[in-house]
């Protein structure tokens, strides 16, 4: 009777051992996804949760081609800035300034207005933000393939979430603000972008 205990000791012993095993496995792993998810959900500066996600259809931009921004007036009332959607469609990249907002940078670089830049990215949709990249004190950019370029130091952003790619700014690329769409018009809060402030 001896042995057969002994060997049954150890037969309940191994599967005791994969028992323990099967619950701690489960837990490591649950420990990397969980892991994972908070890397993936963490952002960075210019992720694209404040912004708008009205989509004008996608679109792709040729790596081989800058395309400036193009200069508009919007119109402004009621406390709205209205910027005709047809014409961002269009261009694929608009900016205005708001006048009479004075800003100054933290570098010391002061403007008497507020610059406002509204593109497309390649998905279709529309993005808005403050046309800031402040280190350098860039106001002008253009689209690259599916990047957005500072015209100042050419630091890269990712055109669909604005994520830095390379160069000395890509904590700081255009700060996106909310909108509304309405009449075939983008519709932003004048007050809303007279308060904004530098990030750095």
Known sequence: MGPVVD??????????GQRRRVPLLVAVLVVVMLAGVVLVDRGTPGSSSKGGS???GSRKYDPGRRIQ?????????DGRIYVDLARVNERGIVSFKIPNQPVTLPNGTTFDYLPVTVYVAPS???VAAVSFCEPCSGTTFHIRGNRLVCNVCGTEWNL??????SGGCVNF??????YQVEGGNLLLDEQELRSWKPRV
Request: no cysteine.
């Open 7 to 16: 060997k049954r000791a150890k037969v309940m012993g191994k599967g005791g």
């Open 54 to 56: 009205y989509n004008l």
């Open 69 to 77: 921004q193009t200069e508009i007036v919007p119109d402004f009332r």
């Open 124 to 126: 279709g949709r529309v």
């Open 160 to 165: 669909e979430d604005l994520r830095g790619i």
């Open 173 to 178: 690329p255009p700060d996106e603000v909310r």
